[in-house]
């Protein structure tokens, strides 16, 4: 897929993951929707970019909140032709304990979020997407889910949150399948420990040792590395049904 002169929708854009994939597609050319619940840095980073960006408030698992997003951009030059989403929440908690079993809500919530919601961005991105016109090759679009080692290497008190990374690495190949005749892929990432706004609460000796436990190279993974992997994918035609971890070869301990 051609990035130049395209239409991309990045949900949870306004920071970390999303917001260095944002600044990667538009240092590349594309128009750009920015989806988020922050409206502050939403707005702060369209205003920034410029024209060819804006900003749209969206709950990722708000059907209607991403059908308006996700028509703005269909509307961009080029059509919707990129979508990424890396919209999660996390919660720690252990399937029982000493304090009961697991709370039932927050479970949902990491579900409803994590998974429903990049179900919800891909299921609409991708509709908008089957009225593109074909490029040569026949490809309509591509979509690029975020998952994470924790469907794989899920440590404790991670229950939630690896089930639903779990379920969106299982949603990838049958989306591709589903969607191949249309000319539209799909893949997902899945980072491992990454320099985001959810580890930079954490003390700095904390975040050196969470980087020192990767095998190579021995840091945190830094977002512009997860946007390089995204603009890869959608460039490769070639990548389709994958789920790619990027991790240093890092395989989580049970805590």
Known sequence: MQIERSGALIAGGASGLGEATVRALHARGASIVIADLNEDKGQALASELGSEAQFIRADVSDPDQVQEAVAVAAALPGGL???VCCAGIGWAEKTAGSRGPHSIQPFETVIRVNLIGTFNVLR????????????????RGVCVNTASVAAFDGQIGQVSYSASKGGI????LPA??????????????????????????LPEDKREALGRAIPFPPRLGRPDEYAALALHIVENEMLNGEVIRLDGALRMPPR
């Open 81 to 83: 032709r990129i979508s």
């Open 124 to 139: 609409l991105a991708a509709a908008a997407m089957l009225a593109n016109e074909p490029a040569p090759s026949g490809e």
């Open 169 to 172: 690495v299982g949603m990838t």
């Open 176 to 201: 591709a399948r589903d969607l191949a005749g249309n000319g539209i892929r799909v893949c997902t990432i899945a980072p491992g420990t990454f320099d985001t706004p959810l580890l930079g609460a």
